[in-house]
């Protein structure tokens, strides 16, 4: 996925991200939990191993072939969340606008008397806003 980088990362934020993208890697590949975990274990003491590597070359080093060595072993099909971006779900669900509460019949309003008293003291001002700001509309544009 290719982005306009519009802040600094720091090292400790790739080493991160690398670990979390190395581990559903993982786990897009071993299906069994039992054989997921060893190889995040595994994963995690490789990690675990270079954490007190104060010289930053050597680090940037480390997470350079780190990414190589991911993009290497990347799954062919990996998981995806329902509801992230590719999943089967993504942006699926429906927001209704606030306009079809408008349409509700009075016995549903009446359910929620605070609510849609407030709602309508809302609209009051919000007209009242719109009509200080753009002027109140003229016939001839209904």
């Not at 994963?43 to 990414?67: M, P, S, T, W, Y």
């Not at 008397?113 to 809302?122: A, D, K, L």
Request: a positive charge.
């Amino acid at each position: 996925m290719s982005f306009l980088q519009t802040e600094l990362v720091s090292h400790a934020r790739k080493v991160c991200s690398l670990y979390k993208r190395a581990l559903r890697n993982t786990e897009s590949w071993y299906d069994q939990r039992p054989m997921y975990r060893y190889r995040a274990t595994l994963l995690r003491a490789r990690f675990d191993e270079n954490k007190d590597i104060k010289d930053l070359r050597v680090a940037q080093q480390l997470v350079e072939e780190g990414e190589k060595e991911l993009f290497s072993f990347i799954h062919y099909q990996p998981k995806k969340f329902a509801d992230s971006p590719g999943g089967v779900a993504y942006e699926r669900e429906v927001i209704p606008p606030d306009w079809v509460l408008d349409y509700w019949h009075p016995m549903e309003k009446a359910a929620y008397p605070e609510y849609f008293t407030r709602r309508e003291q809302r609209k009051k001002e919000y007209v009242e806003w719109w009509e200080k700001t753009y002027g109140k509309p003229s016939e001839a544009s209904h």
